[in-house]
C-alpha cells in the first residue's frame, strides 16, 4: 500500500519532503479525497518540523490517523491517543529513535536520501490503518 507506494519512490520527482509524501501518497492510497489546499498542511512538518525534532513522517502519519479515524474533533474520538501512541511506540522499537536527527545519521543516504525512514512510517501506517478497516468492517 502506502509503504510500497515510498518505496518506489514516490514524491522524489516532485521534491516532496517526508511530510508531503506520507500525506499525498495517503491522499492517492487511501482515497482520502483531500484537495492541493489541504494536502499543504505537511509542507512545515518536513525535517522534524524543520528544526529536526520529530521526523515529518511520523507528524504527516499523525495527520493520516486524524482524518480518518476523527470525525470532528479529537476528544470525540477515543481512538486517536491509542493509535498515535501505537504509531510512535512501533516506530521507535523498529528504528530505535523517533527524532530527524538520529534517524538521518543512522539511516539517511546520499542516493535514497529518507526513504527507508518515511518507508518505515508509511508501514507502520498501513498496518494499523489495515487493522482498524478490517476491525470497522467485522462490526458491520
Same mark, same amino acid.
Given at each position: 500500500?502506502?509503504?510500497?507506494?515510498? !518505496?518506489? *519512490?514516490?514524491?522524489?520527482? !516532485?521534491?516532496? %519532503?517526508? @511530510?508531503?509524501? +506520507?500525506?499525498?501518497? @495517503? %491522499?492517492?492510497?487511501?482515497?482520502?479525497?483531500?484537495?492541493?489546499?489541504?494536502?499543504?498542511?505537511?509542507? $512545515? #512538518? *518536513? &525535517? $522534524?518540523? @524543520?528544526? !529536526? /525534532?520529530?521526523?515529518?513522517?511520523?507528524?504527516?502519519?499523525?495527520?493520516?490517523? *486524524? +482524518?480518518? #479515524?476523527?470525525?470532528?474533533?479529537?476528544?470525540? /474520538?477515543?481512538? +486517536?491517543?491509542?493509535?498515535?501512541? !501505537?504509531? #510512535?511506540?512501533?516506530?521507535?522499537?523498529?528504528? $530505535?529513535?523517533?527524532?530527524?536527527? /538520529?534517524?538521518?545519521?543512522?539511516?539517511?543516504?546520499?542516493?535514497?536520501?529518507?526513504?527507508?525512514?518515511?518507508?518505515?512510517?508509511? &508501514?507502520?501506517?498501513?498496518?494499523?490503518?489495515?487493522?482498524?478497516?478490517?476491525?470497522?468492517?467485522?462490526?458491520?
Amino acid at each position: 500500500m502506502l509503504r510500497n507506494l515510498i !518505496e518506489e *519512490g514516490y514524491g522524489e520527482a !516532485e521534491d516532496l %519532503n517526508c @511530510a508531503e509524501k +506520507i500525506l499525498y501518497g @495517503a %491522499n492517492q492510497v487511501y482515497q482520502l479525497d483531500l484537495n492541493p489546499q489541504s494536502l499543504r498542511i505537511a509542507s $512545515g #512538518f *518536513g &525535517g $522534524g518540523m @524543520a528544526i !529536526e /525534532s520529530v521526523c515529518g513522517a511520523l507528524t504527516a502519519s499523525i495527520m493520516v490517523l *486524524g +482524518i480518518l #479515524f476523527v470525525k470532528d474533533r479529537a476528544h470525540e /474520538s477515543s481512538k +486517536i491517543k491509542t493509535l498515535t501512541q !501505537e504509531l #510512535f511506540n512501533t516506530y521507535q522499537k523498529e528504528m $530505535g529513535v523517533i527524532n530527524c536527527t /538520529s534517524l538521518k545519521s543512522r539511516y539517511r543516504t546520499d542516493d535514497l536520501k529518507c526513504r527507508h525512514v518515511i518507508a518505515k512510517a508509511a &508501514g507502520v501506517l498501513d498496518t494499523i490503518i489495515k487493522r482498524e478497516r478490517e476491525s470497522a468492517e467485522a462490526k458491520c
